[in-house]
């Protein structure tokens, strides 16, 4: 697509991003040789929404991106191709509507507060503090540590720890959201090096490899190569007319 040509182009030069002054905003970077893509939110002033997306059955991203009209989205978590569903909990509005006790969990509770955190093997929880959440995510940065372990957190699927492309979501110490992709082939460690970058203090890793996808307003800046069943969206409040 034109707008990822564009994207790209410009990287090669110098790193790209919007006036900070948005509480949403777009940039990009690249790292040795590898580029990232990454959608940066502050969640300081109450201007910005964050929610699960997700659908009963595998279906292309833009029929997602359509249900809620976001201003970013991004790849959610795991999935079974013959289930077609997330193989972990997944929390839209307060509902249950995926289940599956693995992994580390992205949560936006009531206020609007998100969260990363752990959560223990086969154990089932009660999300009654969350309105949304995604839980088997892959932790991939803990307290400015970039330390993964998916075989400690009971991941078996080889492909994780790998090479592939990437998705993560990412807190700072200030209160910004990340969303970071990236459409090369990099390990965790790789990718949470990159996500440090942008001063991200705890992240995890979500679903990658073909199912990689970043939206920003309008737009696919990476394309999955196949359908999905889930995503983690950011709304913009509009601002108060006086």
Same mark, same amino acid.
């Given at each position: 697509?034109?707008?990822?040509?564009?994207? *790209?182009?410009?990287?090669? *030069?110098?790193?790209?991003?919007?006036?900070?002054?948005?509480?949403?905003? &777009?940039?990009?970077?690249?790292?040795?040789?590898? &580029?990232?893509?990454?959608?940066?939110? #502050? $969640?300081?002033?109450?201007?910005?929404?964050?929610?699960?997306?997700?659908? #009963?059955?595998?279906?292309?991203?833009?029929? @997602?991106? =359509? /249900?809620?009209?976001?201003?970013?989205?991004?790849?959610?978590?795991?999935?079974?191709?013959?289930?077609? /569903?997330?193989?972990?909990?997944?929390?839209? #509005?307060?509902?249950?509507?995926?289940?599956? %006790?693995?992994?580390?969990?992205?949560?936006?509770?009531?206020?609007?507060?998100?969260?990363?955190?752990?959560? /223990?093997?086969?154990?089932?929880?009660?999300?009654?503090? &969350?309105?949304?959440?995604?839980?088997?995510?892959?932790? *991939?940065?803990?307290?400015?540590?970039?330390?993964?372990?998916?075989?400690?957190?009971?991941?078996?699927?080889? =492909? !994780?720890?790998?090479?592939?492309?990437? +998705?993560?979501?990412?807190?700072?110490?200030?209160?910004?959201?990340?969303? $970071?992709? +990236?459409? %090369?082939?990099? +390990?965790?460690?790789?990718?949470?090096?990159? $996500?440090?970058?942008?001063?991200? +203090?705890?992240?995890? =890793?979500? #679903?990658?490899?073909?199912?990689? $996808?970043? &939206?920003?307003?309008?737009?696919?800046?990476?394309?999955?190569?196949?359908? *999905?069943? %889930? @995503?983690? !969206?950011?709304?913009?409040?509009?601002?108060?007319?006086?």
């Amino acid at each position: 697509m034109v707008f990822v040509a564009g994207i *790209l182009a410009a990287v090669a *030069l110098a790193p790209v991003s919007e006036p900070a002054a948005r509480p949403i905003r &777009y940039e990009s970077f690249k790292q040795g040789k590898l &580029y990232f893509h990454a959608v940066v939110a #502050d $969640m300081s002033q109450d201007k910005v929404t964050a929610e699960a997306c997700y659908s #009963d059955r595998l279906t292309g991203a833009w029929n @997602l991106i =359509s /249900q809620r009209q976001p201003a970013a989205a991004i790849t959610g978590t795991f999935f079974g191709f013959k289930s077609q /569903q997330p193989v972990a909990d997944v929390v839209v #509005d307060g509902n249950l509507v995926a289940s599956g %006790n693995r992994g580390s969990a992205v949560g936006v509770d009531w206020q609007g507060k998100v969260h990363i955190f752990d959560t /223990q093997f086969q154990q089932p929880i009660e999300w009654y503090s &969350y309105r949304h959440l995604i839980r088997g995510t892959v932790r *991939l940065i803990s307290d400015g540590k970039v330390a993964p372990n998916p075989k400690a957190q009971h991941f078996t699927d080889k =492909s !994780i720890w790998g090479r592939a492309a990437r +998705t993560g979501v990412g807190l700072t110490k200030d209160d910004r959201l990340v969303l $970071m992709a +990236t459409p %090369n082939k990099v +390990t965790l460690s790789e990718f949470g090096r990159a $996500m440090k970058r942008l001063g991200v +203090t705890n992240a995890v =890793s979500l #679903d990658g490899g073909g199912s990689t $996808m970043l &939206y920003y307003r309008g737009e696919l800046v990476l394309s999955p190569r196949r359908n *999905l069943s %889930n @995503l983690f !969206i950011l709304h913009e409040r509009a601002p108060v007319k006086h």
